[in-house]
């Protein structure tokens, strides 16, 4: 009997009924989900404005986290670029010293000609050692007076710098040793100094009442440092000392460490730390220094400077998008303002639909999807403000002095995402309440307003 029982039952029911009930489930849930979906975007089209202004506070909040995110990876990547154009092992070391506050006091006496050379003779660990002059003076032509920077510099200081002689050529040895009268200009000194169509190499200009040759002309390059390297005039470091400073004076020791397998190192950073140690012990000992604590110079790598400026501008970018994501969550609350008022305005519609057998979750979803819609077109329209926000305030940082090349905005398509993920997060989480809000009416109370 039970078996006749079991066997009418399992007749009667369609084969892979269980399957078939699954499926059923969930293209009701689909077809549940898209349906939520029109009436979210047709509530969202029908009130329109008030979208908009709700979608002003979601692009303004992640617009300007991705404005500090794309900017700050644009400077990292230049500082990343420029260490590479002068190289890691790259040294210099200036007179300063300094003071218990943690100040550089740059009035510490200038480096000598003989420290250039000690380093020259008895350092192992560098490949290119040399010095730099600086000063100040009238140079004319014809009529024309101007007032510039000059230094004094070896012939190989092109090279250490990676800049281009574009016309004309470099110092040779013997003016080099003679302090010959001769000088290579800026690329901006001829639009001041030489009429329009007058070629500046080989013609004679008056550096502090003397004449010198003009011999060469160097490719634009723009500010390097403090200085502007097109609108100064360069001359044999032994024609600035001792023809306009009268001393032999240097500002900066520019240094090139030896490689790696030179010095039995595996890194370029452990070759530049074995240098730089070196490096501050001979100058010690040039400059007759015995307490540590009393140097007056300073031995800077240029890798260290950039490490050091990514970290300032990743600490920048954390705080910059702090400041942001408040602004964010700003926009997060008028997200939640605009959906509790939707959930008023259309009380009748919520109480229609769970009068006639809606569950709560169902209208729940829906005002997720609206919160989520909202928030995700903020997010988007956020990276699309924040990426040209970030265009805009890196061409600003690359007009500020000491920037030598165009500073790219770059934001990586994973940071994107997560900045679109918090918009969406942010508007859900925004939107949570205002949804259970709307599943939790009553429809007799909803139908009754």
Same mark, same amino acid.
Do not use: C
């Given at each position: 009997?039970?078996?006749?029982?079991?066997?009418?039952?399992?007749?009667?029911?369609?084969?892979?009924?269980?399957?078939?009930?699954?499926?059923?489930?969930?293209?009701?849930?689909?077809?549940?989900?898209?349906?939520?979906?029109?009436?979210?975007?047709?509530?969202?089209?029908?009130?329109?404005?008030?979208?908009?202004?709700?979608?002003?506070?979601?692009?303004?909040?992640?617009?300007?986290?991705?404005?500090?995110?794309?900017?700050?990876?644009?400077?990292?990547?230049?500082?990343?670029?420029?260490?590479?154009?002068?190289?890691?092992?790259?040294?210099?070391?200036?007179?300063?010293?300094?003071?218990?506050?943690?100040?550089?006091?740059?009035?510490?006496?200038?480096?000598?000609?003989?420290?250039?050379?000690?380093?020259?003779?008895?350092?192992? /660990?560098? !490949? #290119?050692?040399?010095? *730099? $002059?600086?000063?100040?003076? %009238?140079?004319?032509?014809?009529?024309?007076? +101007?007032?510039?920077?000059?230094?004094?510099?070896?012939?190989?200081?092109?090279?250490?710098?990676?800049?281009?002689?574009?016309?004309?050529?470099?110092?040779?040895?013997?003016?080099?040793?003679?302090?010959?009268?001769?000088?290579?200009?800026?690329?901006?000194?001829?639009?001041?100094?030489?009429?329009?169509?007058?070629?500046?190499?080989?013609?004679?200009?008056?550096?502090?009442?003397?004449?010198?040759?003009?011999?060469?002309?160097?490719?634009?390059?723009?500010?390097?440092?403090?200085?502007?390297?097109?609108?100064?005039?360069?001359?044999?470091?032994?024609?600035?000392?001792?023809?306009?400073?009268?001393?032999?004076?240097?500002?900066?020791?520019?240094?090139?460490?030896?490689?790696?397998?030179?010095?039995?190192?595996? /890194?370029? !950073? #452990?070759?530049?730390? *074995? $240098?730089?140690?070196?490096? %501050?012990?001979?100058?010690?000992?040039?400059? +007759?220094?015995?307490?540590?604590?009393?140097?007056?110079?300073?031995?800077?790598?240029?890798?260290?400077?950039?490490?050091?400026?990514?970290?300032?501008?990743?600490?920048?970018?954390?705080?910059?998008?702090?400041?942001?994501?408040?602004?964010?969550?700003?926009?997060?609350?008028?997200?939640?303002?605009?959906?509790?008022?939707?959930?008023?305005?259309?009380?009748?519609?919520?109480?229609?639909?769970?009068?006639?057998?809606?569950?709560?979750?169902?209208?729940?979803?829906?005002?997720?999807?609206?919160?989520?819609?909202?928030?995700?077109?903020?997010?988007?329209?956020?990276?699309?403000?924040?990426?040209?926000?970030?265009?805009?305030?890196?061409?600003?940082?690359?007009?500020?002095?000491?920037?030598?090349?165009?500073?790219?905005?770059?934001?990586?398509?994973?940071?994107?995402?997560?900045?679109?993920?918090?918009?969406?997060?942010?508007?859900?989480?925004?939107?949570?309440?205002?949804?259970?809000?709307?599943?939790?009416?009553?429809?007799?109370?909803?139908?009754?307003?």
């Amino acid at each position: 009997m039970g078996g006749k029982k079991r066997q009418r039952e399992s007749t009667d029911s369609p084969p892979g009924g269980g399957s078939g009930r699954r499926l059923g489930t969930l293209f009701a849930t689909q077809a549940i989900l898209i349906d939520n979906l029109r009436i979210s975007l047709e509530s969202l089209f029908r009130n329109r404005l008030r979208s908009f202004l709700t979608l002003l506070g979601l692009f303004i909040g992640i617009g300007a986290v991705v404005t500090i995110m794309s900017a700050g990876e644009g400077l990292k990547n230049y500082f990343r670029s420029y260490t590479e154009k002068i190289g890691e092992n790259t040294l210099y070391a200036i007179p300063a010293r300094i003071s218990l506050s943690g100040r550089i006091n740059r009035e510490a006496k200038a480096f000598k000609l003989r420290d250039v050379a000690f380093l020259k003779n008895n350092a192992t /660990t560098l !490949k #290119q050692v040399e010095g *730099l $002059a600086m000063g100040q003076t %009238t140079v004319k032509f014809h009529n024309r007076t +101007r007032l510039y920077p000059v230094f004094g510099v070896e012939s190989s200081f092109w090279d250490f710098e990676q800049i281009d002689i574009v016309r004309g050529r470099n110092f040779n040895p013997g003016e080099m040793k003679s302090a010959a009268r001769v000088v290579i200009l800026g690329s901006k000194v001829p639009e001041d100094l030489f009429p329009e169509n007058l070629d500046p190499v080989g013609a004679s200009i008056k550096i502090g009442g003397e004449d010198y040759l003009v011999v060469g002309l160097l490719e634009e390059v723009g500010q390097r440092g403090s200085f502007n390297v097109d609108k100064s005039l360069y001359l044999p470091l032994s024609t600035v000392q001792q023809r306009i400073l009268g001393s032999d004076e240097i500002v900066t020791i520019y240094l090139k460490t030896k490689s790696p397998e030179q010095l039995g190192v595996s /890194t370029s !950073k #452990q070759a530049v730390e *074995l $240098a730089k140690a070196e490096v %501050t012990r001979l100058l010690r000992i040039s400059r +007759r220094i015995r307490d540590p604590s009393k140097d007056d110079f300073i031995v800077m790598d240029i890798a260290a400077f950039v490490d050091f400026a990514t970290q300032f501008v990743s600490v920048l970018v954390i705080v910059f998008g702090v400041i942001a994501l408040i602004a964010l969550i700003v926009g997060g609350v008028g997200v939640m303002n605009v959906m509790l008022v939707s959930v008023t305005e259309r009380a009748r519609e919520i109480g229609l639909r769970k009068a006639i057998g809606a569950h709560p979750l169902v209208i729940m979803t829906q005002f997720l999807l609206e919160a989520g819609i909202l928030s995700l077109g903020g997010g988007l329209g956020g990276i699309i403000l924040g990426y040209l926000g970030g265009w805009g305030l890196a061409a600003f940082l690359s007009n500020l002095p000491g920037v030598t090349e165009q500073i790219v905005p770059a934001i990586p398509l994973d940071q994107a995402l997560l900045a679109t993920g918090i918009a969406v997060a942010v508007g859900i989480i925004f939107g949570t309440w205002p949804a259970v809000r709307a599943a939790r009416l009553d429809p007799v109370v909803a139908l009754r307003n």
